[in-house]
């Protein structure tokens, strides 16, 4: 699992690549924490999933915990990119109420 | 039909090993990708489970057994750990005993809604088992129509 990020605009994207699930979820945790720690006065956060290959609920649980850090810094989250298996999660769980896909 | 074995150990590891396990023993049954996403999902929900719930992230041995049955895929997966007291409970959506460690409560559901029939039984202190089936090749059938 990779992270890396750049910065457009007013705007976070952070770029997650490889399989996201128990295994790896504490290493994109703490990186994509560290990005978000780093952005202060941005006023959004874009999480492109195009290199995610497999995620299952743990990566659910992944992206409510950044949408709740990124709250606590008054910015909003939005999702691109997912690719179908990342997508019918996503669907499923409700979760593009919180962060819609863009 | 054709059947498999397979016991490991509840490393995290192991879940991207089981998930493409069981992906590599579908393969006969020409499932569509859409329809191996779905398994290698549900199946890495319950290695998930057995892994953080079971064994509460201590060691133990996590059994997987599949079957096919012409176009039909079984599935079940195992272990030894602390149980469900309550699996009605469980089974409900966004419901999760971590609720801290950024749990989404959501494995049953998935488990659920991507497999034909799955069922799951489980008694506090001795383990928990996940039975789920699926019909494969759905593509493959209709092409051949």
Redesign the interface.
């Given at each position: 699992m990779r992270t890396q990020a750049t910065r457009r605009g007013d705007s976070l994207y952070i770029y997650l690549t490889g399989?996201l699930?128990?295994?790896t979820v504490a290493k994109a945790?703490a990186e994509a924490d560290a990005f978000i720690d780093g952005a202060a006065g941005m006023s959004r956060a874009v999480f492109n999933l195009a290199g995610v290959r497999?995620m299952?609920?743990?990566g659910?649980?992944?992206l409510?915990?950044r949408y709740r850090r990124l709250q606590k810094y008054g910015m909003t989250m939005c999702l691109e990119a997912p690719n179908?298996?990342a997508d019918?999660?996503l669907q499923?769980?409700g979760l593009y109420a919180l962060m819609p896909k863009i | 039909m054709n059947e498999m074995y397979l016991k490991f150990l509840s490393r995290?590891?192991n879940?991207?090993f089981a998930?493409n396990v069981v992906a590599a023993f579908a393969l006969p049954l020409s499932p569509t990708?859409?329809e191996l996403?779905?398994v290698?999902?549900a199946v890495?929900?319950a290695v998930?489970n057995c892994?953080?719930h079971g064994y509460r992230g201590g060691e133990g041995w996590i059994e997987l057994v599949c079957r096919t049955e012409g176009d039909l895929l079984h599935i079940e997966i195992a272990d030894s750990g602390r149980g469900i007291a309550d699996v009605e409970q469980a089974l409900q959506p966004f419901y999760t005993t971590l609720p801290d460690?950024?749990?989404?409560?959501?494995?049953f559901?998935?488990m659920q809604?991507?497999m034909t029939d799955f069922s799951v039984t489980s008694e506090a202190g001795r383990g928990t088992t996940v039975r789920m089936s699926k019909r494969l090749g759905a593509k493959a059938a209709d092409d051949a129509r």
């Open positions: 399989e699930d128990e295994h945790r497999f299952d609920s743990t659910i649980g992944f409510i915990g179908a298996g019918k999660i499923i769980s | 995290s590891e879940e991207v998930r990708l859409s996403d779905d290698r999902t890495s929900e998930t892994i953080v460690e950024e749990r989404s409560g959501m494995g559901t998935i809604t991507f």
